[in-house]
Structure formats: C-alpha cells, structure tokens
C-alpha cells in the first residue's frame, strides 16, 4: 500500500502495519471475520478493516463502501497491488435513501487525517461536491445477497441512517455481527442523537451488544454503553433467547 507520511492514517499503516488506535478493535474484527462470507466495510477509508478481513478470511467477499473519490480510487488500487480479486470498492455513500448527498471535507482537528469527510443532505451551493447514495437493503437486493455475515460501520455520525437502510434485512435476521462507531451528541436538543438512534434500531430489531474485545459479553443497552466509542451488535432468536450463530 503506497503511504503518504503525511497523512496520519497512512503513517499508522507504514510504522505499525495496522490502525494501531484501533488494534483491540481491529483484533476483535478478525475474530469475527474468520467465520464470515459476506462482509461489509461502509466507511472503508484506506480500506484497513476489508484489508484485515481477507487476511484471515481469504474466501470471504468484501464489499468496500467509500464515497471520496480520491480515497476509492486509492483502495481500488491497494486491491489491484495485492490481487484481491474478491475486495469490491464502491465509490458510494450508505444511507437511508437512494439518490444524493453532499460530501463534506474535514480533516480533523490536526488537519492530516483524510478520513474524517462525512455527507449532509442539507442544502448546498450548486457547486457543492456531490455524491451518490444507496441503501444497504436495496444493494443487496440488486445484487442477490442474501445475508451480510459481517458489517462494518463508521461514517462520522451517519450509522443510524445505514442501518435506517437496512431495517429489513435486520429484521429479518439477514444481518449478522455490526460493528458500529457511536457518535454521542455533544450537544443535547440538537436533532437526534446518533449514536441513540444506531442502538434504537439495533436493539429494536432484536439485537444485544457488547463492548469490542477479547470476548463478547451479549446485554441490553443502558448507561453502560455511554464510556465506548464503538460497540459490537449480534442478533438474538428472542428477547430472552440463546445468541443467532
């Protein structure tokens, strides 16, 4: 993978090989991985949690979901490099509707992080950057996917929205293991809260969670939940129920 050292994610792969402020994170997805056909990576930036799926799943199939362009076009690349013939890169946005969004650029507070763009449908210029948006049910739908064993979601507050667009397929039980960030709210009354929204639809559609790691320990939400920045999501046969495999 060509890095860029003054780009803090790239720097991270090119001195520790990985996302090194997300290694437990990342450790726990590859245990999920290895049991997994059908994988999801929405917010897939450099690419390092589909990268880190094939490493120990290689018959897996890997869906990327990147909408700035510069940053797909890079992954598309990384997947040629190291023949990853089953990494499909699409250069869309997840959401709750199908049409456009508009793209928004930051950096991050220390200006050198790439991966921190994250889309609004609130009115733009007419020279905003815009960029399409799909829905997760309706993918697949077109796709003939029947399940996805393992999803990924990180897109700067806009999970509860992806899973918006995928209320069917969860539903259903078509949706494995969600590893989610939780974007809280700083500022309460300030429209919903993200990360409230994300565990809403989750919880709602039969699902318990746990906090990333070593072992997962399957419970309802509650104030717990408050201290993580991401969570692991798995669906139960029923409220009081053995854990789906």
Not at 128 to 141: G, H, K, M, N, S
Not at 168 to 188: C, H, K
Not at 197 to 213: H, M, N
């Amino acid at each position: 993978m060509p890095c860029d050292l003054s780009e803090m994610l790239q720097r991270q792969f090119y001195f520790f090989g990985t996302y090194f402020l997300e290694e437990d994170i990342l450790e726990c997805w590859e245990n999920e991985a290895k049991s997994a056909n059908v994988i999801f990576d929405v917010g897939a930036n450099a690419g390092i949690f589909s990268l880190a799926a094939l490493a120990v799943q290689g018959g897996a199939t890997v869906h990327a979901f990147e909408p700035t362009p510069e940053i797909a076009t890079r992954l598309r690349n990384t997947a040629v490099l190291n023949g990853l013939e089953r990494l499909h890169v699409h250069e869309v946005a997840v959401s709750n509707a199908e049409g456009h969004a508009v793209l928004r650029r930051w950096r991050g507070e220390s200006g050198d992080n790439e991966g921190m763009n994250f889309i609004t449908t609130a009115i733009a210029d007419s020279g905003a950057e815009r960029v399409p948006t799909v829905r997760l049910d309706r993918f697949c739908e077109d796709r003939a996917i029947e399940r996805i064993d393992l999803l990924k979601l990180d897109i700067q507050g806009n999970e509860h929205q992806a899973l918006a667009g995928a209320e069917p397929m969860l539903s259903a039980g078509r949706v494995g293991t969600v590893f989610t960030e939780l974007n809280w709210a700083q500022d309460v009354g300030v429209g919903p809260c993200p990360a409230t929204e994300s565990i809403r639809i989750l919880e709602s559609a039969g699902y318990r969670f746990s906090k990333p790691g070593r072992r997962l320990d399957w419970k309802k939400s509650g104030n717990w939940m408050h201290a993580l920045g991401d969570v692991v999501a798995r669906r139960v046969s029923h409220p009081h129920g053995p854990m789906s495999t």
